[in-house]
């Protein structure tokens, strides 16, 4: 979120054959974690439900 509450970036990935919920919710993190570094930010916060991540993975 920026400094007024407003959403920044958002990215969406299908991946299938995810192994455990870990798994998901780590590949999630790597995916966001690339994005912030595309996009030459110094700091990413990760934000989200991890249901809501294993659910769309």
């Known amino acids: 979120?920026?400094?007024e509450g407003n959403l920044?970036?958002?990215k969406t990935v299908?991946?299938?054959n995810v192994p455990s919920p870990f798994?998901?919710?780590a590949?999630?993190?790597l995916e966001g974690t690339k994005l912030?570094?595309?996009l030459g930010t110094h700091s990413v916060r990760l934000m989200g439900d991890?249901?809501?991540i294993i659910r769309k993975c």
């Open 23 to 25: 798994a998901a919710e």
């Open 14 to 16: 299908i991946h299938r």
């Open 8 to 10: 920044m970036v958002l």
């Open 27 to 29: 590949y999630a993190c």
């Open 36 to 38: 912030g570094i595309s």
């Open 50 to 52: 991890t249901k809501t």
């Open 1 to 3: 979120m920026g400094s």
